[in-house]
């Protein structure tokens, strides 16, 4: 049987373990009960790219994933490419199909709203944790940096008289991000905390510092950014790339170019900036649902 040959290959001479084996031929065989339905007189043979097609639309219909039906799909095309080459077969039925795109999965975002609950001055105490933790925010929303710009910043990538900070990017290259008034005053209010503290940071530069006064890593800031976002959203996701996702949407919401906001983020190319456009689009359709009088 042509399915257990291949089996037999992929687990001998493939050395692949008997879970993947497994996995391969029990997508294998739902292809083939699905084929053998249509009619049974049909086999490994003779299917052809309409059986195929067929089979992956009859998986949509029933609610499977782009990406589960471009595995059972795989699949088929390894089986048909070993059966080609071992001369099981005359032709590939599964030769230049191609699988269901996947659905681009929307970042998430806080609402400006949440922002400015989180970021009221009622929300925090002036004690040094309480500062930073809020300046930290406050930077992410602010600029969008990713983590790792935001923990490799020091003193000197801020430049306070032009309102700006130099960021190390992706490849690391450089980039100018400005900032606004309320940063501004948030970092000098830090900065004069944090070094008014017994480990105030002797022979470090960084600008974000933990408690013995060296610079703060990823999971630290990771953690207190999860803590803090809790505090008001339900979000699944409370990471540093949900406030650079913020900024972004946010950005884009209240009419920056896209072109800028691609600059600002430090992307390379625009297909990157462009899932933004979608979110904020998302949110456009439920503003027209909510307001158009014939869509209420």
Known sequence: MMIDQFLNYLHYERNRSERTVKA?????????????????QLSWESVDSDVIRDWMESMMDKGNTA????????????????????GMVEHDPAHGLTGPKRMKVLPQYLRESE??????????????????????????????????ELVGLD???????????????????????????????ALQGYMLK???????GLGTEALFRDDHGQRMTPDKVRRLV????????????????VLRHTF?????????????????????????????????FEQLKKVYAKAHPREG
């Open 24 to 40: 391969y031929g029990d997508d294998l065989r739902s292809f083939e009960a699905f084929f053998k339905n249509l009619d049974d």
């Open 226 to 241: 999860r803590q803090q976002l809790s505090r008001v959203s339900t979000l699944k996701k409370r990471s540093p790339h």
């Open 194 to 200: 944090r070094d008014l503290q017994p480990q105030g």
């Open 248 to 280: 972004a949407t946010a950005m884009l919401n209240n009419e920056a170019g896209i072109e800028s906001v691609k600059k600002l983020l430090g992307h390379s190319k625009l297909s990157t900036t462009e899932i933004y456009t979608h979110t904020t």
């Open 155 to 185: 003193d000197a990538s801020v430049d306070f008289a032009a309102q700006q900070v130099k960021v190390l990017g992706k490849g690391n290259k450089e980039r100018l991000v400005p900032f606004g008034p309320e940063l501004n005053e």
């Open 67 to 86: 990406t589960s039906i471009n595995r059972r799909l795989s699949a088929v095309r390894s089986l048909y490419r070993f059966a080609l080459s071992r």
């Open 115 to 148: 922002m400015d609950r989180l970021l009221a001055d009622e929300m925090w105490t002036d004690n040094y944790k309480d500062v930073r933790a809020r300046t930290i925010i406050l930077m992410f929303y602010s600029t969008g940096l990713r983590l790792s």
